[in-house]
């Protein structure tokens, strides 16, 4: 921007007096020579003072050819200016720096802008961004808005339900817990050697029903052929005691089987699986101990980002 500087003139000096004064007139008052008229753009050429004495000059031409003076000129106090361009910037002793930090969206593209140094007031339109994005986002949220209030409603009766089934939950993930390890106990202690024990009363059930049976058969047969019976009756006595041996056997036989697959794979596994069932309830405790509470958090946050 143009600086004017302006720069004070000096006193004017005087001008310069004839180089001597004609004949006849006082030398106190000196005589300024004034310029005669020329065209514009051409010095004039001014005639010399003679000076006193000279003797007359008698070549013209040689007067002629002697180089004119320079015009003079009356100097007048006053100013002058001198413009000078520079290239600078201009810093206000007082600024408020202006920023933006939209939260939500941060995509805008500036459409204008004042200019640096602009003089505003209150109410003045700084900058201008581009807000069609912004309108489209707007008007899809707006559409958007009956779906988030019904999400938020429902998450709201999910947060209320789990207000209410964490405590449950949690005391039901204790009780099973509990009640497998009691259950477990107690087979340890009395369940499995029970079931040991009627697996071998039972076999021992039936080996003895079978004895029974053949010492009636034995004496049977011993009898029969001691007294003197019928033929007839001897059989059908005989065919029974007989078959009842048999029966025995059989079921004997079916006894044995049963209890040593009881013994050796149907206990052991009952054991076994009522052991995993405890670890397994103690598995659960501890993940809805700990699930359960952050699950119910977690729904609180859920519900208060919607609303």
Known sequence: MASPLALQA???????????????????KPAVAKPDPAPQGKAAAAEPAKKEGDAPKKDDKKDEAKPAEPALHKVKRGEFELKVTLDGVFESAGQT?????????????????VDHGTEVKKGDVLVKFETKDLAEQI????????????????????LETLEKTTPLSLDSARRTKMET???????????????EKDAHEDLKRIE?????????????EKMYQADE????????????ARNDVAYYKWILEQ???????????????????????VKDAEIAWRVAEQSLPE????????????E
């Not at 006193?11 to 106190?28: F, I, L, M, R, Y």
Request: no cysteine.
């Open 295 to 306: 699950n119910l958090r977690k729904k609180r946050l859920e519900v208060e980002a919607q």
């Open 10 to 28: 000096q006193e004017p000096a005087k001008t310069p007096a004839a180089n001597a004064a004609p004949a006849g007139k006082s030398a106190d």
């Open 208 to 220: 003895q029903s079978l004895s029974y049976a053949q010492e009636e058969l034995d004496q049977l």
């Open 139 to 158: 008007a899809d949220l707006e559409k958007s808005q009956p779906l988030a209030e019904l999400n938020l409603k429902l998450a709201r009766q999910e």
């Open 181 to 195: 390890e009691q259950d477990f106990a107690y087979y340890e202690d009395t369940g499995r050697p029970m079931d």
């Open 255 to 277: 006894t044995k089987a049963r209890s040593e697959r009881s013994l050796n794979t149907m206990i052991p596994r009952e054991h076994a699986a009522r052991q995993r069932g």
């Open 97 to 113: 720096p202006i920023s933006l930090s939209p939260e939500a969206w941060s995509d805008l593209t500036i459409v204008s802008v």
């Open 229 to 240: 019976l019928t033929e007839e009756t001897e059989e059908i006595i005989l065919k029974r």
